[in-house]
């Protein structure tokens, strides 16, 4: 119940899952049904040109056979070599949702940054802004005069306090004093966090199916132009390093194109690590169930049993709990 004059929650769908289960598809099939835009709630597509490996698919938003148009939002925020975390995304998400529920549409948040959603759930306070690992892998490659210098730049507050600092806390600071200086001016006009009532979805395939599907579409997107995709990005300006840092398809193409791993093997090796990060993903939202978190698996990514319960909980009707729970779900030993 809300307190007297205080707006009421703000109902916001979820589409999770494991890579490749195929989000995209079901948060715009649910979009289309159900007056619906789409949130981003991936950490690497916010990121401009990054489209291929990070599985934008921006064609399922278009208008086509399947229906109109579906707007989206939180994509293509920065340029690669720009800064960019949790701390920044945070106020950008909860604004892009109340301008959506204003405009009398459904904010349905997809993706599969799982810690995106959950602190966009749960409110997390961010003092000195979320540590970013794609930041620090970067640092991580300077020299303490060159961390030192940029510190002194950014924030004299700090280098003060870092004259001697170790390597790691240098790299700490300069974190915070990036994040400090990408968010002058925005603390004014960032939205007061809403109380959201979620639902959450996803859908499902047994792990075998994933791991087919993470193969299928892998060599996809290879053969789609992954490699020129890389390359590209690093013709533009972004190094290596960076480039690595971003992870799984950008880590093993950079080392791909700098002759470090033949295409077979890189191919291979990229299967192996998208399926460790499946498995991975997974542990997350067992963590979540395990919390208390309702989440509705949809066999196969059924739209009409998926749309079918976002109807009830937009007539706010008591939802079924889930059918099944990953957190019940017991698997051998891994295999690649």
Same mark, same amino acid.
């Given at each position: ?137 970067? #640092?991580?490659? =300077?020299?303490? +005069?060159? !961390?030192? &210098? $940029?510190? %002194?730049? @950014? ?6 306090? *870092? ?54 579409? #892998?060599?996809? =997107?290879?053969? +789609?132009? !992954?490699? &020129? $995709?890389? %390359?590209? @990005? ?6 290596? *390093? ?95």
């Amino acid at each position: 119940m809300t307190a007297a004059g205080a707006p009421p929650p703000l109902p916001v769908v979820f589409v999770l899952g494991p890579t490749a289960s195929g989000k995209t598809r079901l948060g715009v099939a649910l979009a289309r049904r159900c007056h619906g835009e789409i949130l981003s709630f991936d950490s690497r597509q916010l990121y401009r040109g990054m489209d291929l490996g990070t599985g934008k698919d921006l064609a399922e938003y278009a208008a086509g056979p399947d229906g109109p148009a579906v707007p989206h939002h939180l994509i293509d925020l920065a340029a690669p070599t720009e800064p960019f975390d949790l701390h920044a995304f945070l106020p950008l998400a909860y604004a892009a949702a109340a301008a959506v529920r204003r405009r009398g549409a459904l904010p349905i948040g997809v993706g599969g940054s799982v810690l995106y959603v959950k602190a966009f759930l749960d409110g997390y306070e961010l003092a000195g802004g979320a540590p970013d690992p794609v930041l620090r892998a970067e #640092l991580a490659t =300077r020299s303490d +005069a060159e !961390l030192r &210098a $940029e510190l %002194a730049r @950014l924030a004299p507050d700090l280098a003060a306090r *870092a004259d001697t600092a170790p390597h790691r806390r240098l790299i700490r600071a300069v974190e915070i004093a990036r994040t400090r200086a990408s968010a002058t001016g925005r603390a004014a006009t960032a939205p007061a966090r809403p109380t959201i009532r979620p639902l959450l979805l996803g859908p499902y395939y047994p792990r075998p199916e994933l791991h087919r599907r993470i193969a299928e579409r #892998l060599d996809a =997107r290879l053969a +789609a132009g !992954l490699v &020129a $995709e890389v %390359a590209g @990005l690093h013709r533009r300006g972004v190094g290596w *390093a960076r480039l690595e840092a971003f992870g799984l398809e950008y880590r093993c193409v950079a080392w791909h194109l700098q002759g470090r791993l033949p295409f077979l093997e890189m191919r291979d090796r990229l299967l192996a690590q998208i399926r460790q990060f499946c498995r991975r993903q997974e542990i997350w939202f067992r963590k979540l169930e395990r919390e208390g978190k309702a989440i509705h698996w949809i066999p196969g990514g059924d739209v009409a049993r998926a749309e079918a319960l976002v109807r009830r909980f937009l007539a706010g009707e008591a939802l079924p709990p889930p059918e099944l729970r990953l957190a019940d779900i017991h698997y051998g030993p891994p295999s690649q």
